[in-house]
């Protein structure tokens, strides 16, 4: 009778006991796992109870215990020939499990970027439904375990690797800068992105001597890509382009071509899923100013990411503004579209204020009563909208909603805008007290 995992490849990179015994469970429902040693074998083979009480390498009770069943081959992936082995075998493998240190990761010639924290998480740092889905996973069965109440503490943390795809594109908004960006198997890694900036991480892969090498270079160019489709799907990597076969020969006394840079529209309409991806560029990208009005503010889009996005822009001493509010009830009585719904959910109002009191230069403010809908983004750009930009993460997929927004990127007309939002946070609505000027 066939077992669960049978077909299964699983390559088991990892040492002592963690990565052996998830391996162990692999090859016990019937996977073939191929453990990876070191030159001088897995260090579980230096610890006993031994057989007759003789150390050697070979009668470890705990080597044998965790590594039944597996296949094994010894090579040392640090070196040249090592890791080209090791990578053959991943690309006939199923499953990769590892539990490297940082600097074996740095040795095997990865690049860090870390989207943790040194602070120990505390059982508050971790929503309830979290843990509902971790154990969710775990079940074996597809039966209701109950529900989850509480969780009294957290014993132990571990640091895990997941891989991610480095990108690099060129926008149309500021074609002089190549930006980098990641992509993991589930989507684009905002959170990724954040530390890697903060960490000076574009200079560090040379992303500047990349648009330099390709505008001295004849006939190689790098994609295009327009901001609003950045999150639709993954960039293209800005690997050089060689140009068509079927191009025109060139002779010595012709004309270099010309390189016509891409027309920057002033204006710009947006869809429902186009909103995201300003909102993430407004996140990375902003120096000196950045303003969020919101009506709504939900947990689904004030989530980890954000926060971290948050809390690097202004480590870095950028000024956020973060206005919000809308009552339940308009003013000659009739219920609104709030209904009975609270403006802000006490999460995100726990991670905002925390953030407020951290930072001085953190406006986190309640305005009272807005349907107002904007985001501006230093001089670069504003968008106003009926997008809720802290409640709804707009998603593509299934139907997103009828919504439409609108880019200005001359610098009076956002200027003009931020000036107008800033009155808002800073006195609240006073009702229709003026009329304001058409957009020239």
């Not at 040492?15 to 015994?21: E, H, L």
């Amino acid at each position: 009778m066939p077992q669960p995992l049978s077909g299964l490849r699983v390559l088991e990179l990892g040492t002592f006991v963690s990565a052996p015994y998830c391996g162990k469970l692999f090859a016990g429902y019937g996977a073939e796992v191929i453990k990876v040693e070191p030159p001088g074998g897995d260090l579980s083979r230096a610890h006993g109870p031994f057989k007759d009480g003789v150390p050697s390498p070979e009668t470890s009770a705990l080597f044998l215990y965790l590594n039944t069943g597996k296949k094994s081959v010894e090579f040392d992936v640090r070196t040249p020939a090592g890791r080209d082995a090791f990578l053959r075998l991943v690309e006939k493998s199923d499953v990769v499990i590892e539990n490297f240190l940082p600097r074996d990761m740095r040795a095997l010639g990865y690049f860090e970027v870390p989207t943790g924290t040194s602070k120990r998480p505390e059982v508050e740092d971790i929503p309830l439904q979290d843990f509902d889905k971790v154990l969710a996973r775990m079940s074996v069965t597809n039966e209701p375990t109950g529900t989850l109440l509480a969780v009294r503490r957290i014993e132990r943390r571990e640091l895990h690797f997941l891989r991610c795809v480095m990108l690099f594109y060129k926008n149309h908004a500021q074609p002089p800068e190549v930006e980098v960006a990641f992509w993991r198997e589930d989507g684009p890694a905002m959170e990724h992105e954040v530390r890697f900036q903060a960490v000076g991480g574009p200079d560090l892969v040379g992303a500047r001597l990349l648009m330099a090498e390709a505008a001295q270079t004849p006939g190689v160019v790098l994609f295009d890509v327009p901001v609003a489709a950045a999150s639709a799907a993954p960039p293209p990597a800005a690997a050089p382009v060689q140009p068509s076969q079927a191009s025109a020969p060139t002779t010595p006394n012709a004309a270099a071509p010309k390189s016509v840079a891409p027309e920057v529209e002033t204006m710009q309409t947006l869809l429902c899923h186009e909103h995201p991806s300003f909102l993430k560029k407004a996140l990375l990208s902003a120096k000196r100013r950045l303003v969020i009005v919101s009506p709504w503010i939900r947990d689904s889009v004030i989530d980890w990411p954000f926060i971290a996005s948050l809390e690097a822009l202004l480590k870095s001493g950028v000024e956020v503004y973060i206005g919000y509010g809308i009552e339940k009830a308009d003013g000659n009585g009739k219920r609104n579209a709030a209904q009975n719904k609270p403006d802000i959910t006490p999460r995100a109002e726990a991670d905002l204020r925390q953030l407020a009191e951290r930072y001085r230069h953190f406006h986190f403010v309640h305005v009272g009563n807005t349907h107002r809908k904007s985001l501006v983004c230093d001089d670069q750009f504003a968008v106003v909208t009926s997008f809720n930009w802290l409640s709804y993460k707009g998603d593509s997929q299934g139907g997103p909603r009828d919504e439409r927004g609108i880019v200005f990127r001359k610098k009076h007309h956002v200027e003009r805008l931020a000036a107008e939002e800033l009155e808002l946070l800073g006195k609240g609505y006073a009702g229709a007290s003026r009329a304001g000027a058409p957009f020239a």
